[in-house]
């Protein structure tokens, strides 16, 4: 049970405490209510972008860093398709300063042109370093414009194409700040051992003159329903073999999306799962193998993906892991196959909440939608789910219509 | 109306408290750490033995040991195994390392009673199927071909093998050609003279009641431990000189850089004098690497200098991978930063901020109990003990800017550096 209490201030911005009194390091949390979904298709990458320029100083505080560095903390960021989420770690007694510097970059930043123009570099080399320079590293960016034709899922976080990058100019800087990083789109969570009042406070002190903007309203397209298997094929320098195969399922918040995790892990988590058991350890087709599905917020994709052994072709790879999901599909799941993956979701999330910050993310994450006493229903609602239940999801999402599937050949093959 | 230019009074640091495990020794001889801390019902326990590649009389054996022991025993299969640990949602890890291996279990206390037999079961009888032994080695050659298309892995390895020598343990790495010819009897002789009744030790933290303790004491105590105490294999290092290496990875658009030397053990006094100064250099996020080569050149994504300091040795490294045309820019910037180094002395500003963030993330990297097992670790097995944590500090709290520059003059000397660069020029 993960206790917390909120209040609003003036503005429109959220605020959640989670007190923990055992240990002498806080945790702030702010969530902006914008990810890479909701991107122009000829401006990808921007959230990401922009996530960077927010270490590049701040109308008052030139540079953010060095003023939590003196303090004893640590911060970090990152962005995701539906959200960006900057978080701080340091000693309780200097919280203060978390309050000063989250508030004085949401007032406003520098909006110094030489920021954009290294930042624009640093992240195109990481562009490169995790998508372009590794083996593998670009099926993303392949696969999301196989699976989705229209939602702005299609794009990758990190952008579409390095061009996007290199053409983003200070205008759309100002234009994105001033329309998401407001303190009605915005959702912070504090976390440890202070008070509510304390919290209040600071949050009134630090936050409470920055004028509101509007929160954003999200009209995002819609996927349509998919009526035809999709594929694609790809040859590449890479030493191995590998199938992905995408399955549309419901979003994060939908009451199906804890069924279709459920499914995914009799698949393919873990080392007695289906499709390891019998493929990797079994059968030796494959070298490795595992589903799991995108925790997006809306519609999402459940995931197969393996790198096949040598000598083994795609094609009779992929012929045993449909044949391994089709017996989901027409027997079903015994009970204690299912009572096996809920016990390994109950240990996660309890072993995910012993660390502080990951409690107070996990807080923002559903406070943005809007659901914070989520945080306390995810057991509840895995443990309430049935073997039918999964063995009808199996039959209403892994179909082949329903799948992109992605073959990525070895070159030397 | 609000001053926001002026920061908020801030305390520094000055008391981090560390909770300590504590030791009982078992009348088998074997020592059980503990620590109850934390607040969720759940545990780690870990059981390690000294049978890593310090030990190993044949390359990359120890590894494939440690690994197998989870993959039949003479009651269950391997997939049996898997199921069994898995039906309780419990996690299990085989850890292999240069001078310990050990089989970890994460799990709730409720579960701990039906999981303690299985774990004996792995460390007292697995049979090392040849089926899944076979499988295993086939699956880590094939990884290993996936891993050798990075440069980054490419030069990390390339860079240890030059440094200790690639038959030194802490130069070996996994290798297909070492891989192919083991065999299961291998494996067992390992087994059998570093493992099977050999002293090992025990490590539980978590949030758990005396009624886990108990279990944990009373399962293990009863197992046969023989007195017999091995030694690590000595070999001689083959240490490469300080010397450039490149080479060319086709199609690359990044360079994958090494660049660093040989130190010490982790008892040597100069540890903490260095651990600022590498700080300062290149070891946290505001670094003059960082600052130099990320934030105002942009040539990559990250840069960072680490010290690694295990019992008898170490060293000391800078990685980064950078945009390929910039590969000899970079080199130029590092050495041009050490050089600075070792002549300009740290100014007060500088040396205020680092000291506070290596006091804070040292305090922040307490909070779990998985977290201070890991420190405890860090001494144990180091033969040092919890005032090494105390030291730290307060060399931390008290190191000047001319201790700084004398570190710097000792240690970061660019003509005694050795260097790897994979990628392209």
């Excluded at chain 1, 999306?257 to 393919?268: F, K, R």
């Excluded at chain 2, 195994?81 to 085989?94: K, L, N, R, T, V």
Aim: charged content about 20%.
């Amino acid at each position: 049970m993960i206790h917390y209490e909120h209040f609003t201030l003036a503005n429109g911005l959220n605020v959640y405490f989670h007190q923990d009194t055992t240990t002498p390091i806080a945790a702030m949390n702010i969530i902006y209510n914008v990810g890479s979904k909701d991107e122009e298709e000829n401006k990808t990458g921007f959230a990401h972008l922009f996530e960077h320029l927010m270490f590049g100083g701040s109308q008052n505080i030139p540079s953010y860093d060095s003023a939590l560095q003196i303090v004893g903390g640590e911060n970090n960021a990152f962005t995701s398709p539906d959200i960006t989420n900057y978080y701080i770690t340091l000693p309780v007694a200097n919280l203060e300063t978390a309050f000063w510097l989250e508030s004085d970059r949401m007032m406003s930043l520098s909006f110094d042109p030489e920021v954009l123009e290294v930042q624009r570099k640093v992240v195109i080399e990481e562009f490169k370093q995790r998508y372009l320079n590794q083996p593998y590293g670009d099926v993303w960016l392949r696969l999301r414009p196989l699976a989705y034709q229209v939602h702005p899922y299609k794009w990758a976080t990190i952008g579409k194409d390095i061009s996007h990058i290199e053409q983003a100019t200070m205008e759309d800087v100002k234009s994105f700040f001033f329309k998401y990083y407001v303190p009605a789109n915005a959702t912070m969570v504090v976390a440890g051992n202070t008070s509510l009042e304390e919290v209040k406070r600071l949050s009134e002190k630090w936050f409470g003159d920055i004028p509101s903007g509007k929160r954003y309203q999200r009209q995002l397209p819609t996927e349509p329903p998919q009526h035809q298997a999709r594929f694609e094929e790809v040859t590449a320098e890479v030493p191995l073999d590998a199938i992905y195969k995408t399955y549309h399922m419901p979003g994060r918040m939908h009451p199906d999306y804890y069924i279709a995790d459920l499914l995914s892990d009799v698949l393919g988590r873990g080392k007695s799962s289906r499709l390891y058991s019998r493929l990797v350890k079994d059968q030796h087709l494959f070298n490795s193998l595992n589903a799991y599905v995108m925790g997006s917020v809306e519609p999402g994709l459940l995931v197969i993906q393996g790198n096949l052994n040598k000598g083994v072709r795609i094609e009779e790879g992929e012929q045993a892991i449909l044949a391994i999901i089709e017996e989901v599909k027409t027997q079903g799941i015994p009970e204690a196959e299912l009572a096996k993956v809920k016990n390994k979701a109950e240990s996660t999330l309890l072993f995910s909440e012993v660390e502080l910050l990951h409690r107070a993310m996990n807080l923002a994450f559903f406070a943005n939608q809007g659901k914070p006493e989520h945080i306390n229903l995810e057991s509840e609602k895995m443990q309430a789910i049935n073997a039918e239940a999964v063995q009808a999801l199996a039959q209403q999402i892994l179909r082949p219509e329903n799948s992109a599937t992605l073959y990525y050949r070895a070159k030397a093959n | 109306m609000l001053d926001r230019k002026t920061p908020p009074l801030f305390h520094p640091i000055d008391n981090i408290q560390i909770l300590p495990l504590t030791t009982q020794m078992l009348p088998n001889g074997v020592s059980l750490h503990i620590l109850n801390a934390g607040t969720q019902p759940l545990l780690r326990l870990e059981i390690i033995f000294s049978a890593g590649t310090s030990y190993e009389s044949q390359a990359n054996v120890s590894y494939f040991t440690v690994k197998m022991l989870g993959e039949g025993t003479q009651k269950r299969s391997s997939s049996e195994i898997m199921e069994y640990i898995d039906q309780y949602g419990a996690f299990i890890d085989f850890n292999h390392g240069v001078e310990r291996v050990s089989v970890s279990i994460y799990t709730l206390n409720k579960y701990l009673a039906n999981l303690l037999p299985i774990l004996v079961e792995l460390i007292s009888e697995p049979t090392f199927p040849d089926k899944e032994f076979q499988n295993l080695k086939n699956i880590t050659i094939q990884s290993l071909q996936v891993n050798e298309e990075k440069n980054n892995y490419l030069a990390s390895k390339l860079f240890r093998e030059l440094l200790f020598g690639p038959n030194h343990p802490y130069g070996k790495n996994l290798q297909a050609t070492y891989i192919q010819p083991l065999e299961r009897e291998d494996l067992v002789n390992h087994f059998q003279k570093n493992i099977q009744n050999r002293k090992f030790e025990l490590i539980m933290v978590g949030s758990f009641s005396p009624r886990e303790l108990d279990l944990v004491s009373r399962t293990f105590e009863s197992l046969t431990i023989d007195n017999q105490v091995n030694s690590p294999i000595s070999l001689p290092m083959q240490a490469t000189l300080a010397s450039r290496h490149f080479f060319q990875k086709e199609g690359s658009l990044q360079s994958s850089i090494r660049i660093g030397c040989r130190l010490f053990g982790k008892s040597h006094p100069d540890y903490f004098a260095l651990a600022v100064t590498n700080e300062i250099f290149g070891g946290y996020f505001g670094s003059r690497l960082m600052k130099n080569i990320r934030e105002e050149k942009g040539y990559t994504y990250g840069i960072h200098s680490s010290l690694v300091l295990y019992k008898e040795d170490g060293y000391w490294v800078v990685g980064t991978d950078v945009k390929k045309d910039f590969t000899e820019q970079t080199l130029a910037e590092i050495a041009k930063e050490a050089q600075k180094m070792q002549t300009e002395p740290v100014d007060a500003q500088e040396l205020a901020i680092v000291k506070n963030y290596m006091l804070g993330a040292f305090a922040g990297s307490l909070n779990t109990p998985f977290d201070l097992a890991e420190v405890f670790k860090g001494i144990y097995f180091n033969q040092l003990t919890y005032e090494f944590y105390q030291k730290y500090i307060e060399q931390i709290q008290n190191i000047t800017a001319e201790d700084i520059l004398a570190t710097a003059q000792k240690y970061l000397k660019i003509e005694n550096m050795l260097e790897v660069v994979v990628g392209a020029k």
